[in-house]
């Protein structure tokens, strides 16, 4: 079945041991691992185009263009669109569904490792989203982030690979620690190069509650043993 197919029929894939790495790149041979198992590549947003007015990362530093910096201040970016919907109180998430793409999956919390990069799940942890612990939860006002695995052991597909047949319009609901369901509607699906993921985008402060759910994309480099682009999806809380 081809990466079109997949997304037009939005079929669930299973999630499996997870590989490679959204934010920190690990390992390679994805590619032949889906020629021999006739697994196509991660769907890819319709019309993908690079992201604009982002900040190039250093070409010293493959994983710097994914780190949150001073040029996501409220200061760095246009004003942002008021909200109507009230934000919620603190309180971490706890699971995550995204019904049109089948995934359904606990979440835990991740910082930022002694490089100021995300971390990425790990060990028994490693197929499940993670939120980063830097950015609001979920509910809250401002960019609440999320991060999963598009590929895994023996790269095979992850809690992510459909990702990109994420389209607008869908809905995320995330549960959280306090008993309540947030759930957003999506806005926006883009990829963008590594090199230039869109920080300010990310994560710049927001009116109200929003939500950034990244993966890996794109053409798998086997050379460099990682994928080249980053999927991102943008959604505005609906209810909560």
């Known amino acids: 079945m081809t990466s079109e197919q997949r997304s037009a029929r939005?079929?669930?894939?299973?999630?499996?041991?997870?590989?490679?790495?959204?934010?920190?790149?690990?390992?390679?041979?994805?590619?032949?691992?889906?020629?021999?198992?006739?697994?196509?590549?991660?769907?890819?947003?319709?019309?993908?185009?690079?992201?604009?007015?982002?900040?190039?990362?250093?070409?010293?530093?493959?994983?710097?263009?994914?780190?949150?910096?001073?040029?996501?201040?409220?200061?760095?970016?246009?004003?942002?669109?008021?909200?109507?919907?009230?934000?919620?109180?603190?309180?971490?998430?706890?699971?995550?569904?995204?019904?049109?793409?089948?995934?359904?999956?606990?979440?835990?919390?991740?910082?930022?490792?002694?490089?100021?990069?995300?971390?990425?799940?790990?060990?028994?942890?490693?197929?499940?989203?993670?939120?980063?612990?830097?950015?609001p939860s979920p509910g809250e006002a401002g960019p609440a982030v999320l991060e999963g695995h598009v590929t895994g052991a023996g790269y095979a597909p992850s809690v992510f690979f459909e990702l990109g047949a994420t389209r607008r319009g869908d809905l995320i609901e995330v549960d959280r620690a306090d008993g309540s369901t947030a759930t957003f509607k999506v806005t926006e699906v883009k990829s963008s190069p590594k090199d230039e993921f869109p920080r300010v985008d990310v994560y710049g402060a927001t009116d109200g509650p929003e939500l950034r759910v990244i993966t890996c994309g794109g053409t798998f480099d086997k050379e460099a043993g990682r994928h080249l682009d980053n999927v991102i999806v943008f959604a505005k809380l609906v209810t909560g």
């Open 10 to 135: 939005r079929r669930p894939s299973t999630p499996v041991v997870v590989a490679c790495a959204v934010l920190l790149v690990v390992g390679g041979g994805a590619v032949a691992w889906a020629a021999a198992q006739q697994v196509g590549p991660p769907p890819t947003p319709p019309a993908a185009t690079s992201a604009e007015q982002e900040v190039p990362a250093s070409s010293s530093d493959p994983d710097a263009s994914t780190r949150p910096s001073a040029s996501a201040s409220p200061a760095a970016e246009p004003a942002p669109t008021r909200s109507s919907v009230k934000p919620l109180r603190a309180s971490e998430p706890t699971a995550v569904r995204i019904p049109s793409i089948g995934v359904e999956s606990p979440v835990h919390g991740l910082g930022l490792d002694e490089e100021g990069r995300l971390q990425v799940p790990s060990g028994e942890l490693y197929d499940q989203v993670a939120w980063y612990d830097g950015s």
